[in-house]
């Protein structure tokens, strides 16, 4: 039985500047599962860094509601956010916002401040492949291997979902497919729901579920019965 961890129902987050009005979500319903890879897709501007925003207690919808697991998002207060967000949530952006003067342990250890449920930073370490480099600093370190870093804070905490913001924006192609590859090993060890927001659609094909985005609308929503591996897919 698959279970909801997010239902949206109308939701519009619509911002006016000067005469102009963008909706940058129009009217957007829809529910996530538990345990799933999501995928929300969609070019440039589409709409998707704001899905991640409401979804994610950053930014407030303009109307409409956000259940996470039983309770309205939207009608939080800002300290209930902060904890929703402390408590639930691991973030993953194209930027890998690594402290620098941080070794990549003490960077991955940051991420399980505040939390209950906290793993093992040497078996997170031991998953993205970065036992070695445990006592290097961020400027020693590859794209890849900070992108890992990243992966890896986000998820020392154990959170229930995981959201990537373009996670291989900036990495080649093979590079991009391990940290897919980690994103899915981490979905299937942990039952991590992971989101993923790309413009990448070979990146579609690893997904339980995939929305499409198109000009603030969702244009279509594809459930995959067959899922495949990172290693496999093409790149656009
Ligand atoms: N803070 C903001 N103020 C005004 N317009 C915004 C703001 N944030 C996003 N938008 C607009 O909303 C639309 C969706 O943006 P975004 O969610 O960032 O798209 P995507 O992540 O798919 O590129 C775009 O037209 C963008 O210009
Ligand atoms: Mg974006």
New binding site residues.
């Given amino acids: 039985m698959k279970k909801v961890i997010y239902t949206l129902k109308n939701v519009m ?1 619509t ?3 000067f005469s102009e009005i ?4 129009d009217n957007v319903s829809f529910e996530l599962y538990k345990g799933q890879v999501i995928v929300i897709l ?12 409401v979804l994610s207690g950053i930014d407030n919808p303009t109307s409409g509601q956000i259940i996470f697991d039983k309770v309205n998002i939207e009608k939080m207060s800002e300290k209930e956010l902060t904890e929703y967000r402390e408590k639930n949530l691991g973030f993953i952006f194209q930027s890998y916002n690594l402290i620098p003067n941080l070794t990549v342990y003490e960077n991955v250890e940051l991420g399980s401040h505040l939390s209950e449920n906290t793993l093992d930073i040497a078996e997170i370490l031991e998953i993205v492949g970065l036992s070695e480099m445990k006592h290097k600093f961020p400027y020693q370190l590859s794209g890849g291997q900070m992108q890992r870093v990243a992966i890896a804070r986000a998820v020392a905490k154990n959170p229930k979902v995981l959201f990537c ?2 996670p291989t924006g900036a990495l080649d192609e093979k590079v991009g497919k391990q940290t897919l590859k980690l994103l899915q090993d981490i979905n299937k060890k942990y039952n991590t729901t992971v989101i993923i ?1 790309t ?1 990448n659609p070979a990146i579609a094909l690893l997904a339980n579920m995939v929305i499409k ?1 198109n ?2 609308k969702v244009v279509s929503i594809t459930e995959n019965e067959n899922t495949i591996d990172a290693n496999e897919i093409g790149w656009a």
């Fill in positions: 987050k911002y006016e500047s963008t909706h940058a979500l969609g070019p440039s501007g589409s709409g998707k860094s704001t899905m991640l925003n913001d373009e927001v413009h985005m000009s603030g």
